[in-house]
């Protein structure tokens, strides 16, 4: 289908500079490669290109989850792509999932559980902090996604209010402070992922764990490296995002 006014694409210049742009007709978008004029893209195929008005090509494609990640609007720091799908993995999250998201900050997190879950699941994202919720709101509204979610302003002291949820994500200053609570909301062989970036954390999460009915308990951390695509200089890039976070996963069960 041809691209319209009012969708969101994203361009894509050759020498790796990147936008999303939402079609506007008679709107013009300032590159340090030229102007590109957004009547020039309505009409066109995502796959095609327009040439900005010095001439140079941008690439036509669709928006992506990953895009929409890193050009977020954000306040807070993000859980790494290259987390992120490692954690929806191993939550096992599927369609028609009900999931818990504590810890809300941009809306990454509760966007890629979102997606996953689909029309027929739910994801209910806790949050303290007004300015938080209202940034997520608006970024999940742009994303088309906030219809699968539910958004809750509170503490998770006092607990949940769902029960028998699939999966918790809890991504708190203090995880081990929950886990109780975590243990109540999650279903029988119900799965929780905790992240944190120091091993302070991760080892009081682990000591808390240890006392409460869960099992296949693990530790991860993630090393990424990426690699030039040259076929003639084929080399790692000179730079890598290594330690992000660390992060626990188990499972619950009924062992009274």
Same mark, same amino acid.
């Given at each position: 289908?041809?691209?319209?006014?009012?969708?969101?694409v994203?361009?894509? =210049? &050759?020498?790796?500079?990147?936008?999303?742009?939402?079609?506007?007709?008679?709107?013009? *978008?300032?590159?340090?490669?030229?102007? =590109?004029?957004?009547?020039?893209?309505a009409g066109?195929?995502?796959?095609e290109y327009?040439?900005?008005?010095?001439?140079?090509?941008?690439?036509?494609l669709?928006?992506?989850?990953?895009?929409?990640?890193y050009?977020?609007?954000?306040?807070?720091?993000?859980v790494?792509? @290259? &987390?992120?799908?490692?954690?929806?993995?191993?939550?096992?999250?599927?369609?028609?999932?009900r999931?818990?998201?504590?810890?809300?900050?941009?809306?990454s997190?509760?966007?890629?559980?979102?997606?996953?879950?689909?029309?027929?699941g739910?994801?209910?994202?806790?949050?303290?902090?007004?300015?938080? =919720?209202?940034?997520?709101?608006?970024?999940?509204?742009?994303?088309?996604?906030?219809d699968?979610v539910?958004? @809750?302003?509170r503490?998770?002291? =006092?607990? *949940?209010?769902? @029960?028998?949820?699939?999966?918790i994500f809890l991504?708190?200053?203090?995880?081990? &402070?929950?886990?109780?609570?975590?243990?109540e909301?999650?279903a029988?062989?119900?799965?929780?992922?905790?992240?944190?970036?120091?091993?302070?954390?991760?080892?009081?999460?682990?000591?808390?764990?240890? @006392?409460?009915?869960?099992i296949?308990?693990?530790?991860?951390?993630n090393?990424f490296?990426?690699y030039?695509?040259?076929?003639?200089? *084929?080399?790692?890039?000179?730079r890598?995002?290594?330690?992000?976070t660390y992060?626990?996963?188990?499972r619950?069960v009924? &062992?009274?």
């Amino acid at each position: 289908m041809p691209i319209q006014y009012g969708d969101r694409v994203y361009i894509y =210049i &050759d020498d790796g500079k990147d936008y999303i742009l939402t079609i506007q007709e008679g709107k013009e *978008f300032s590159t340090h490669k030229g102007n =590109i004029l957004h009547d020039d893209i309505a009409g066109k195929n995502y796959g095609e290109y327009v040439l900005t008005t010095k001439g140079n090509k941008v690439y036509l494609l669709p928006v992506g989850i990953i895009e929409n990640i890193y050009h977020m609007r954000r306040s807070s720091q993000i859980v790494y792509p @290259k &987390d992120l799908g490692f954690i929806l993995l191993m939550l096992d999250i599927k369609e028609g999932d009900r999931l818990i998201d504590v810890g809300l900050g941009s809306g990454s997190m509760t966007a890629a559980m979102a997606r996953l879950v689909g029309h027929t699941g739910r994801v209910y994202a806790y949050e303290k902090r007004e300015d938080m =919720i209202s940034l997520a709101i608006q970024n999940l509204t742009i994303w088309k996604l906030i219809d699968r979610v539910t958004i @809750k302003q509170r503490d998770i002291e =006092i607990g *949940f209010d769902e @029960k028998d949820i699939n999966a918790i994500f809890l991504d708190v200053p203090q995880p081990w &402070d929950y886990l109780k609570q975590c243990w109540e909301a999650l279903a029988g062989g119900g799965r929780l992922g905790i992240i944190s970036p120091t091993a302070g954390q991760i080892m009081e999460s682990l000591r808390c764990l240890s @006392k409460l009915p869960f099992i296949m308990v693990e530790v991860w951390e993630n090393l990424f490296r990426q690699y030039k695509p040259d076929p003639y200089t *084929f080399r790692p890039y000179d730079r890598m995002v290594a330690h992000t976070t660390y992060m626990i996963f188990a499972r619950k069960v009924n &062992d009274n």
